[in-house]
């Protein structure tokens, strides 16, 4: 990805990025270094609790499933944008151009299938039990990864042919987008919670109350999250389409990108009691 914000600024001004902050340039390097060190394998972990967890596990688990799956791509990717800061390996180029299109839908998409899935098991408890057979999410999930393949390729051709004011112009709305969906389920489900459900009264509410604020702390760290991962990169598309121009923010926005791929493996982590510090009971039905 760092291939893409050279070319990308070296395209709309005389200087390179790594001419004009060196210092960001590094830090780069750095943070995907990290990112492939340490992300392949706290998502391999992920991967590994969820296929071995017993009964419906697979099932509930299944969007974190494929959202580690497609982080790991996305580790790959980190460590072909390393490589390519040598001569010899800029051939790379083009598989980060594809890969790209994993991080930038395949990601948002998956963690927007989670909210989703939180807001409906809140919100509309009886369409959740009726969509909660393992078939429906292997439908969406597979649907998800036909649509970001061809993100992986329109990324690849755009990038290639250097239509960068096409390719900030999607990307830029398609993040307002999966904020908003997130958004969304967000305000729904805070709305919920202040309001009592058929039969509910005293008691009853309160015991269910947990279960709800269990849905509305994984979609508040996912939209937050989401947020000040996608937030730069949108902020400098929308610079690059008004003034043709971006340096800096397009660089911020890579490192926040990548670190924000931790967030939902130590979430997962966090709810399956895999974080001693941090430890809280796992809700399977969550």
Same mark, same amino acid.
């Given at each position: ?5 050279? =070319? ?9 990025? @790594?001419? &004009?902050?060196? /210092? ?10 990290? =990112?492939?060190?340490?992300g392949l394998p706290t998502h391999s972990y992920v *991967? ?13 688990? @299944? ?10 791509? =996305?580790?790959?990717?980190? +460590? ?19 890969? *790209? ?27 959740? +039990? ?8 292997? !439908? ?7 649509? $970001? ?12 042919? +250097?239509?960068?004011? *096409?390719?900030?112009?999607?990307? &830029?709305?398609?993040?307002?987008? @999966? ?5 969304? #389920? ?29 849905a509305l702390h994984v979609i508040v760290i996912t939209?937050?999250?989401?947020? !000040? ?7 400098? %598309?929308?610079?690059?389409?008004? $003034?043709? =121009? ?9 490192? #926040? ?6 967030v939902q493996p130590v979430l997962y982590l966090n709810?399956? %009691? ?11 039905? /969550?």
């Open positions: 990805m760092n291939n893409f914000t050279v =070319n990308f600024t070296s395209a709309v001004s005389t200087n390179s990025l @790594f001419q &004009s902050s060196g /210092l960001l340039a590094s830090v780069r390097h750095v943070v995907h270094s990290i =990112n492939f060190l340490f *991967i590994w609790l969820i296929i071995t967890e017993t009964g419906s596990g697979v099932a509930s688990g @299944f969007f974190n499933l494929n959202l580690s799956v497609c982080e790991i791509v =996305n580790c790959l990717n980190s +460590l072909f944008s390393a490589l390519t800061y040598f001569p010899w390996l800029s051939s790379l180029t083009n598989v980060t151009y594809f890969l *790209i299109g994993s991080a930038i839908t395949g990601r948002p998409l998956f963690q927007c299938l989670i909210c989703v899935e939180r807001y409906l098991a809140v919100v509309h408890p009886v369409t959740f +039990l009726k969509f909660k057979p393992l078939r429906y999410r292997v !439908i969406c999930c597979t649907a998800v990864w036909i649509i $970001t393949f061809g993100s992986c390729l329109c990324c690849m051709f755009t990038l290639v042919l +250097l239509h960068f004011y *096409i390719y900030a112009c999607i990307n &830029s709305f398609e993040f307002l987008l @999966f904020l908003f969906i997130q958004l969304f #389920c967000l305000v729904a489900v805070l709305r919920a919670l202040k309001q009592s459900g058929p039969g509910e009264r005293g008691r009853e509410r309160k015991e269910e109350n947990p279960m709800k604020r269990r939209t937050v999250s989401m947020a !000040i991962i996608y937030m730069p990169f949108t902020l400098s %598309g929308f610079v690059y389409v008004l $003034t043709l =121009n971006a340096d800096e923010p397009l660089s911020v926005g890579i490192i #926040c990108f990548i670190l924000g791929g931790f709810r399956a %009691g895999k974080l001693s510090c941090l430890c809280s009971p796992y809700n399977p039905q /969550l």
